[in-house]
């Protein structure tokens, strides 16, 4: 099991950026996949990104260009760009030890965007 902690969430102005931190501790297998994910007030949690322990990369189409996804051993990031107010979220990190295996996730963090 892994334990992962999340930081940077907030509120930001339309046109803002955020970096999201997400630091893992316990099972060092458990964090070959890590990666974002958030959910909307009333929506699905709907995928952000995703990096491999070798950096494979994997961005929604959506977010392409105004996200990036980065990571330093067990420590994952999350920059966000050109904020808007689709974004408002709460960010969740996940953490696994394989594609498509459940994982652990961390407690959220919120990401309010107004103006």
């Known amino acids: 099991q892994v334990q992962l902690v999340e930081s940077g969430g907030g509120l930001v102005q339309p046109g803002g950026s955020l970096r999201l931190s997400c630091a893992a501790s316990g099972d060092y297998f458990s964090t070959y996949l890590m990666g974002w994910y958030r959910q909307a007030p009333g929506k699905q949690r709907e995928l952000v990104a995703t990096i491999t322990r070798s950096g494979d990369t994997k961005h929604a189409d959506s977010l392409k260009g105004r996200f990036t996804i980065s990571r330093d051993n067990t420590t994952v990031y999350l920059q966000m760009n050109s904020l808007q107010f689709e974004d408002t979220a709460v960010y969740y990190c996940?953490?696994?030890?394989?594609?498509?295996?459940?994982?652990?996730w961390g407690q959220g963090t919120q990401v309010t965007v107004s103006s």
């Open positions: 996940h953490s696994a030890i394989c594609v498509g295996c459940e994982g652990d």
